[in-house]
């Protein structure tokens, strides 16, 4: 039995937790809601109550637990990360893989190495689940280990430096190029060059275009093209925009988009650094950067309009459609209510 604390600062991290909890955010391997129940059922840890919704542990944190209790890991142990803003998991997501697949390694058993895979590295950090399908593939386990998940499909010519984690049915197209620090969700279809970014579960960077640095909601589509810049021309800190507090903040020197869910670009979208965009917005943009923020529910072509709820929903759902599920009524009623606090 585990039990979560209210994350009293969670307005940090949105758009990603307008729709959901702290505890339910995508990083490394899991959420971490599921982080810490694979956990306690791997070490037999006790009933963990009022456990911080932010606190990501690493591997060795759960040994500590298992002995001497929450409390006094939290005290003596170093093994964990408080997550205070967004970027916080890109710039941790590199190490958390690493951690996420060792408790993987103990829950989990892997089928051997297809012989015609190309491999730099230690082979024994390559790790694939039944089911996964590796086609002509380069792997490079020099910097971390690879992990591909249950029926996930990795196509001719995809190139993975780890640590990468790749998610249940996630499909990464022919000649994709993902780096380390990279985490792709289940059902996530990929292609273009990745690195250090986390594209959550059933969303589509699915062709060429950068993205680097970036956290991607769920549900989300990136259309041809789409580059993201992670990097300022002139080497200086990214401001970010804090949707709840209407302030920019420092967010170190890399930093690239942070997309809410259901939000889509266009194709040949170039997305500037630090960009924010919240959930259920379309972006088409015209012979321009994108601006660093863009609202819940946006239409943006030349200018922003507000994206109708109506035509929202027919969207969302003709996309969701494409893997067979449909928008639930918590998610429709949380979606209605965002939109009515903005828009009356």
């Known amino acids: ?75 003596q142990s170093n093994d964990y990360t408080m997550i205070q803003h967004k970027w916080d998991y890109i710039q941790q997501n590199e190490k958390l893989i690493t951690s996420d ?28 689940e039944e089911g996964a399908t590796i086609e002509q593939a380069t792997i490079n386990t020099t910097s971390g280990p690879v992990y591909i998940s249950k029926d996930a499909l990795i196509m001719d010519g995809a190139c993975l430096r780890g640590p990468i984690f790749i998610g249940r049915s996630a499909v990464v197209k022919m000649g994709a190029m993902i780096y380390g620090g990279s985490s792709i969700g289940e059902k996530a279809i990929v292609g273009g060059e990745i690195k250090n970014s986390i594209i959550s579960s059933f969303s589509n960077k699915a062709h060429d275009g950068y993205l680097g640095d970036s956290i991607i909601g769920e549900w989300c589509n990136l259309g041809a093209g ?36 259901f939000s889509r670009t266009g194709i040949n979208t170039s ?11 379309n972006i088409v943009p015209v012979n321009r950067l994108t601006p660093k923020f863009v609202p819940n529910f946006t239409w943006f072509h030349d200018q922003m ?3 109708l709820l109506d035509k929202a929903f027919l969207d969302i759902q003709n996309w969701m459609s494409f893997k067979e599920k449909e928008l639930t009524l918590e998610c429709k009623n949380k979606l209605i209510s965002i939109f009515n606090s903005e828009n009356l």
């Open 1 to 75: 039995m585990i039990s979560f604390q209210k994350h009293i600062e969670q307005t940090n991290l949105y758009p990603f937790t307008l729709l959901r909890d702290t505890s339910d955010l995508f990083s490394g391997a899991f959420t971490n809601k599921e982080r810490w129940t694979a956990a306690a059922n791997c070490f037999q840890l006790p009933e963990l109550h009022n456990v911080p919704a932010n606190l990501i542990p690493y591997f060795d944190f759960w040994k500590t637990c298992k002995q001497y209790g929450l409390n006094h890991s939290l005290e």
């Open 101 to 128: 697949i060792q408790l993987l390694k103990l829950m989990n058993t892997f089928q051997p190495l297809p012989e015609h895979l190309n491999i730099t590295g230690d082979k024994s950090e390559i790790y694939i």
């Open 226 to 261: 789409t580059t993201v810049s992670n990097l300022k021309n002139n080497a200086s800190d990214v401001e970010l925009w804090n949707m709840h507090d209407g302030i920019f903040e420092t967010a170190g020197k890399k930093c690239g988009t942070f997309m809410g869910d």
């Open 271 to 281: 997305l500037n650094t630090g960009t924010v965009i919240g959930i259920c917005s």
């Open 305 to 307: 309009s507000t994206y």
